[in-house]
């Protein structure tokens, strides 16, 4: 009898975790649209209007926002190339509001 309770408590416990899971999985993503025109810190401009997609709230108090950029295969010898660790793929670049 003991057997079955802990068989019984351990599979809802397993649907509950999986219907928890399902239910904090989002179809959506948000967008963020600069109102102003940013700056990094090696100059580089984001335009008014940009658009970033949310990738992460930091518990630092920040939040990390994604830009793809796109280029043209044909243009890539523009650009030196290099290999990291998948583990740290981000280029992080902090923005401030251009003068």
Do not use: C, H
């Not at 057997?3 to 993503?29: C, N, P, R």
């Not at 793809?68 to 243009?75: A, I, L, R, T």
């Amino acid at each position: 009898m003991k057997l079955i309770f802990t068989f019984i408590a351990g599979l809802l416990a397993g649907i509950f975790s999986v219907v928890a899971f399902l239910f904090q999985e989002s179809d959506s993503t948000e967008i963020w649209k600069s109102q102003v025109e940013l700056t990094t810190e090696s100059g580089m401009v984001i335009p008014v209007g940009t658009e970033l997609v949310l990738s992460e709230y930091m518990p630092e108090g920040y939040v990390a926002l994604s830009l793809d950029v796109n280029v043209e295969g044909s243009e890539l010898n523009l650009f030196d190339k290099s290999e990291v660790d998948k583990s740290n793929l981000r280029s992080p670049l902090w923005v401030r509001e251009s003068n």
